[in-house]
């Protein structure tokens, strides 16, 4: 059982940058397919970034290519979102999530149902 605890989440102005970090403090996060996801409020959860069990391969939303990067540390066994420029409309919850299935090296699954370990959320907010 895989248990995920987010941090760095926070409060910051419109063009701010921050550092979003998830370690498991149960088990370990090597050679699992890991993501972050984000639940603002009134709308569903979407996915945000990925990057693959291999650590070979990353996959962003649209919404946040060129602004987002999904690092991977492997020698602290952690997962980070470094979120950059942000913009009012990033303000959400921001989810990791973790899954042990191996896919192939280049390919990151987006639908929430297809991850199994989740973390408690961090708060995320930019002001205009």
């Known amino acids: 059982q895989v248990q995920l605890v987010e941090s760095g989440g926070g409060l910051v102005q419109a063009g701010g940058s921050l550092r979003l970090s998830c370690a498991a403090s149960v088990d370990t996060l090597s050679r699992k397919c890991m993501a972050w996801f984000r639940q603002a409020p009134g709308k569903e959860r979407e996915f945000v970034a990925g990057i693959s069990w291999s650590g070979t391969y990353r996959k962003y939303a649209d919404s946040v290519k060129g602004r987002f990067t999904i690092p991977r540390d492997n020698a602290n066994d952690m997962v980070s979102l470094q979120v950059n420029n942000l913009q009012p409309e990033d303000t959400a919850v921001y989810y990791c999530?973790?899954?042990?299935?191996?896919?192939?090296?280049?390919?990151?699954?987006?639908?929430?149902?297809?991850?199994?370990?989740w973390g408690q959320g961090t708060q995320v907010t930019v002001s205009s």
């Open positions: 999530a973790a899954d042990s299935r191996i896919y192939r090296v280049d390919y990151v699954p987006q639908a929430v149902s297809e991850y199994t370990y």
